[in-house]
């Protein structure tokens, strides 16, 4: 794990994840690295349970591996020196109803679908695609950070100030329910 407690994924707490998608369970989405495993739909499953993601976040836990999988993700290149981890940005009316938090503050710990959501990335990280400490493992990061942000866009703010949505600026209508997952660095 992270080194923080889980919550153990009994096969009945995985499958209630499961049952919030109709994919089946083997299905590989791609090939991760450094250790080259297959991320499967029961893998997001199982490492949401222990983030303590709720099962209706299965979706978006969805989505983040499948951003993940994407090349330009670069996700092979994520235990690099930096030690950088990709962060999440939630758009769409999925992020109120599943209570994500846009204002002031939400990158602070606390509020619970954006910490376990983000939780659930790093673990992801750690225990399919290999990036794991001790020296000889998948993470090679020196510097040592770990952002962990699950942002939800604040749509309303925008629009009170004329602007596009983030999700809106990179082509999608408004309305749409978009996971983006995007480095925290330049590369």
């Not at 009316?93 to 959501?117: E, T």
């Not at 950070?145 to 699950?150: D, E, N, T």
């Not at 983030?166 to 978009?178: K, L, V």
């Amino acid at each position: 794990s992270d080194g923080l407690p889980i919550m153990p994924p009994t096969e009945e707490r995985v499958a209630a994840f499961l049952r919030y998608t109709d994919r089946k369970p083997e299905e590989v989405l791609g090939v991760l690295y450094p250790d080259s495993r297959a991320a499967t739909i029961w893998s997001i499953a199982v490492n949401g349970v222990m983030a303590g993601c709720r099962p209706e976040y299965m979706p978006i836990l969805i989505a983040i591996v499948e951003g993940l999988v994407d090349p330009l993700t670069n996700s092979f290149n994520l235990g690099s020196t930096t030690g950088y981890d990709p962060y999440l940005v939630l758009s769409g009316p999925i992020a109120k109803q599943l209570g994500f938090d846009a204002s002031v503050g939400s990158l602070r710990p606390g509020n619970q679908a954006n910490s376990s959501v983000s939780r659930f990335q790093r673990m992801y990280l750690r225990n399919v695609c290999g990036y794991r400490i001790p020296p000889g493992a998948g993470d090679k990061g020196s510097i040592g950070q770990s952002f962990l942000v699950a942002l939800a866009e604040d749509e309303d703010g925008a629009r009170a100030i004329g602007w596009p949505t983030f999700a809106e600026d990179r082509g999608y209508a408004s309305g749409e329910n978009i996971v983006t997952v995007q480095s925290v660095v330049c590369i």
